[in-house]
């Protein structure tokens, strides 16, 4: 992972629509720096900062700038430990605008040549550093099996410089090309990481706090492990032409995280809430066929005793409409609490 090479830098067609949609089609992906101003995304990271101190996720002999992480808070979604603090982060009034600011929106417009629709639904991250009791970096996946309807574009942004050691993303290039790729059961980004070979040539580097990286929903890509002392955080939103059709879930808030009157109910003002809804998005059924064999797989896992299948029971109880579905994945789950 470390000779990886250096992402292509599409910061000179930042004002070209055709030319960057042309190289998103060849690359699958686009790197551009200083999309959004440095001090609104390092305004956000204090908010977040702070909301991880006061859950205990940093260390209280540093100043909560430095984000200094606890190790022995480490933590990830979606253990409730971790959604214990994430849900006050994800609802950051701030941290919302910040995927539909103006720089942003114009930048896709110019890309699809007509109105953008940002999901509502997004992911933040909050990824601790590796240790020997916390060893957990995002597999290799591709967004398409999570978000379906139609083609739709991550937008992923570090809150804060990011380089290498902090555990930036890396896409591979061109892999887009080859379509959905099977899966297994794994434990990060909704619990399916690619198992076969993977296509293109994997391209990462460092962030400065304004950075982009935009990539296709088939785009694999992962991230690489924090190996530095800090939390990193950031987020990916997505956004895709306001004349195409995406899929209910889009439209919700993230897993575990209420109602958006709960969200909403912690805001200063009700500028952009329900800011969707005016371009009254045309909704297609969600393909749950991958979900579904993720599922089976876990719960094959699980009966035989394997612990890799805890997160996808997680998910399972936690986001699962089926109660016969999350019954199942208690019973699992609690199997495994009584073994241990």
Request: one cysteine or more; glycine letters at 6%.
């Amino acid at each position: 992972m470390d000779a990886m090479r250096e992402f292509l830098d599409s910061t000179d067609l930042m004002n070209d629509g055709p030319a960057l949609a042309e190289r998103l089609e060849r690359d699958g992906y686009l790197f551009l720096r200083g999309l959004l101003p440095r001090e609104a995304v390092m305004n956000v990271r204090r908010r977040l900062l702070e909301k991880a101190a006061a859950g205990g996720w940093l260390d209280p002999d540093h100043p909560v700038d430095h984000a200094v992480a606890d190790p022995a808070a480490a933590c990830k979604d979606p253990e409730e430990p971790y959604m214990k603090v994430f849900r006050d982060i994800w609802a950051d009034e701030e941290l919302h605008r910040l995927r539909t600011r103006p720089e942003v929106l114009a930048l896709f417009e110019r890309i699809f040549g007509e109105p953008v629709l940002v999901h509502p639904m997004f992911v933040q991250r909050n990824i601790f550093p590796q240790s020997e009791s916390f060893d957990f970096t995002t597999g290799a996946h591709q967004d398409k099996v999570h978000i379906g309807g139609a083609t739709n574009y991550a937008m992923w942004v570090p809150l804060g410089d990011c380089r290498r050691v902090n555990g930036p993303l890396a896409v591979s290039a061109g892999s887009h090309r080859s379509g959905v790729l099977d899966t297994k059961v794994g434990n990060g980004a909704g619990g399916m990481d690619i198992c076969v070979p993977i296509p293109g040539e994997w391209v990462t580097g460092s962030f400065d706090a304004g950075d982009a990286l935009v990539f296709t929903d088939t785009t694999v890509h992962c991230a690489l492990p924090n190996r530095s002392a800090m939390l990193r955080q950031s987020f990916d939103a997505r956004y895709q032409p306001a004349s195409q059709p995406t899929t209910e879930k889009n439209l919700c808030t993230y897993a575990g995280c209420g109602t958006w009157e709960e969200v909403y109910a912690s805001w200063s003002s009700d500028e952009e809430q329900y800011y969707w809804q005016a371009l009254s998005p045309k909704i297609v059924p969600f393909d749950n066929r991958y979900y579904e064999r993720r599922d089976e797989m876990a719960f094959d896992m699980a009966e035989r005793g394997d612990l890799a299948a805890r997160d996808t029971l997680l998910r399972i109880v936690q986001r699962d409409p089926d109660d016969k579905k999350r019954r199942r994945a208690e019973d699992l789950l609690n199997s495994f609490t009584a073994a241990s």
